[in-house]
């Protein structure tokens, strides 16, 4: 019995010699996952995987933290003690990655932060890919002033989860040019959670509290289309001929409803990012400089029959070929 | 002047006096609000009818306090039998949802357009859905009654795993029923009232005509208070905590469903969270003991539709939903204070004193 197990156990102790030396020619990238929330963060996950493969020269471990602050932190210093070459970290919240971030630092490890922001001294982190959720906060706020070309509105807005990056810069960004527009009022500013759910009760609350507005914002569009349920429920026209709705995210159910001319202005945010992580990384290992922000570029889009210079008129080629 | 006096003290000796108090203080902050905004001061209350269906603030705490509710029913049963609670109720929600969506829609599958791409009748989705739930139910009930397992450790397992089992069977997507048939149960309207309060409605008329009608309200009150004694009396105890697990299930299930229909979608991540804790906290606020034992299916619906108000309070308000729960919780703290044995037994103490000081007096 004993001269079985002392077998199996040196048969394992092989296999593991054998594992660890067949991983050493491709690549260790470690990446924390947000979580698996949305169509969106699901297409970015399947993103990652498709473009980190073995054939590509890398070993992906990518782990899904589930919205979990503190379970990021503690797969970093795994992946840290795992002695990964690349950490690529997408921040669930902003703050409190400084001490994580000097650990990666001294155990020499480049680290990339992608996607959302960390709120940390740029001297503590190698470089950073992401979308610039402002400029997409602009982009429909500028939409906005070239569509309503002078005219008041009453805005209402149903924010993301309170503290996400997408949140503050989506709301900083429309802001921005709201604060130019003294014939704009925003009246009211709730918190939809990013879910379909949360933008029900939200917009349930407003159509109560606010008779009269003209413009519904939502930070993504599972927010959109809990607005739009409960304007259906009231009897509320939205679209062409009433209430304008701006969306962000741009995913394909959100586009199919901004080509059917119901979600009016629908501004990407871009989950295919890991071409450009893996490019960054391919700089870095090359030994070339890299900048410390990379751009993922964003677009908007905007219902049909409406001509627009600050984003794209939908088509059907364009859903088309909206894969998430 | 008497006579409203002895009124009060006879009906603040009801069982659901306090329960009814709290929704009560909730909706009077709403008048002193709207007072106090220069608004009509009953605003909160009035009703329209908008799209052939009611409509207001009222109407609004009914219907997103559906699912609360027949949660609240089902968990009123497990606490009074086996004196804990089940927590798996959430994520179960999110699993006959998710089973629903995908038996619908076919494995793979991430949106429905129109009903030639129904790969079932919607009845039959819904009702597995519901099943489903119903065998968790057994497993969680098998584990409590059978294994002896404490009820938190044993519905542990679904409150981690049901989720997870949803998205596997939505293979990690967002599945889409976009029918108009499929959203009637969270969306749509049964004669002029929104169908969860409708559902919600016969849910607990189910429940009450069975505990009229059948001795099961006793059996589970008598296990819960001691089930050695129970057996002995010739009541079969695993069975009665068995069949209070599967029911629970089965509620939650249908709960699910609702949650479901209302986002026409199965998003795993979000359906029912957080919502095995209204239900507990319902049944808490319904002046129910979390020990087990006797229990007030009344009470656990008033307090299931109370947080539900407190809820649609805090939107009325205008607070930001990141601070709502801080208030949630002082509102939640005052009803559990009055509730509390220690504050009861304050007040029969100082009657005591009183009454004691008036025979004193007289002689």
């Known amino acids: ?324 | 002047m008497k006579s409203v006096k002895d009124w009060f003290k006879k009906i603040s000796k009801k069982p659901l006096f306090l329960p009814l108090f709290s929704v009560f203080l909730v909706l009077v902050i709403n008048v002193i609000y709207d007072a106090v905004q220069g608004n009509y001061i009953f605003s909160f209350f009035t009703f329209e009818l908008k799209e052939g269906a009611l409509y207001g603030r009222i109407v609004d705490i009914l219907n997103r306090g559906s699912e609360a509710a027949i949660l609240a029913i089902g968990m009123t049963l497990v606490v009074s039998s086996s004196g804990g609670t089940d927590i798996s109720v959430g994520s179960v929600m999110s699993l006959a949802g998710s089973l629903c969506c995908m038996l619908l829609a076919g494995f793979g599958v991430t949106h429905v357009r129109g009903p030639e791409e129904l790969q079932m009748p919607i009845w039959v989705g819904a009702v597995a859905g519901i099943a489903i739930a119903g065998v968790v139910g057994l497993f969680n009930g098998f584990l409590v009654a059978r294994m002896k397992i404490q009820p938190m450790v044993a519905t542990l397992i679904f409150f981690t795993a049901g989720r997870a089992i949803g998205l596997l069977l939505t293979n990690n997507k967002m599945v889409y029923i976009l029918l108009d048939e499929f959203k009637w149960f969270g969306l749509g309207k049964t004669w002029i009232l929104p169908t969860p309060t409708v559902i919600a409605a016969i849910c607990i008329a189910l429940m009450v005509l069975v505990l009229r009608f059948t001795s099961l309200g006793m059996y589970v009150q008598s296990v819960g208070i001691n089930p050695r004694a129970s057996r002995i009396a010739g009541i079969n105890s695993a069975a009665i905590i068995l069949l209070c697990y599967i029911i629970c299930g089965l509620y939650a299930g249908v709960a699910g469903i609702v949650a479901t229909s209302r986002i026409y979608s199965a998003d795993s991540n979000n359906i029912g969270l957080n919502l095995e804790l209204d239900a507990i906290l319902a049944v808490a606020l319904g002046g129910n003991s979390l020990g087990g034992g006797r229990f007030n299916l009344a009470g656990s619906i008033i307090g299931a539709y109370t947080i539900q108000a407190i809820t649609t309070t805090m939107y009325a308000l205008g607070v930001a939903k990141a601070q709502a729960p801080v208030y949630k919780a002082i509102i939640v703290i005052l009803i559990v204070v009055v509730q509390s044995p220690a504050v009861k037994a304050y007040f029969a103490h100082r009657k005591a004193q009183k009454e004691s000081l008036a025979i004193a007096g007289r002689s």
């Open chain 1, 1 to 324: 019995m004993k001269k079985i197990l002392a077998l199996v156990l040196a048969l394992v102790m092989v296999s593991c010699l054998f594992v660890t030396a067949h991983a050493d020619e491709l690549l260790k990238i470690g990446y924390v996952q947000v979580g698996h929330e949305s169509d969106w963060r699901m297409a970015n996950t399947q993103n990652y995987y498709d473009v980190f493969t073995k054939e590509a020269g890398f070993e992906l471990e990518l782990i899904d933290c589930d919205n979990d602050h503190a379970r990021q932190l503690q797969e970093v210093r795994n992946f840290i003690t795992k002695d990964f070459d690349y950490i690529v970290i997408d921040p669930i919240q902003e703050a409190g990655w400084d001490d994580v971030l000097k650990e990666i630092q001294d155990a020499g490890i480049p680290c990339i932060i992608a996607d959302r922001a960390v709120a940390a001294s740029s001297d503590l982190y190698t470089t950073a890919v992401g979308t610039n959720m402002t400029a997409e906060g602009e982009t429909a706020g500028l939409w906005l002033e070239e569509y309503l070309a002078g005219k008041a509105a009453k805005i209402l807005v149903i924010e993301g989860s309170t503290g996400s990056s997408a949140a503050i810069g989506r709301a900083e960004g429309f802001n921005k040019v709201a604060a130019n527009h003294p014939e704009w009022e925003i009246l009211a500013s709730q918190d939809g959670d990013f879910t379909q759910n949360g933008g029900q009760a939200v917009m349930e609350d407003f159509i109560k509290r606010f008779p009269e507005f003209d413009v519904v914002v939502c930070h993504n569009d599972n927010e959109a289309y809990g607005a739009m349920d409960a304007m259906d429920a009231a009897g509320i026209k939205y679209g062409v001929d009433g209430k304008i709705i701006i969306s962000f995210d741009a995913t394909k159910e959100g586009l199919t409803r901004t080509l059917a001319g119901k979600i009016l202005c629908n501004v990407e945010c871009n989950p295919i990012q890991a071409v450009i992580v893996m490019n960054v990384i391919n700089a870095l290992k090359a030994g070339e400089q890299v900048e410390k922000f990379t751009l993922v570029p964003d677009e908007g889009f905007c219902a049909p029959g409406i001509e627009s210079a600050i984003v794209t008129t939908m088509t059907d080629e364009v859903l088309a070929a909206r894969k998430y």
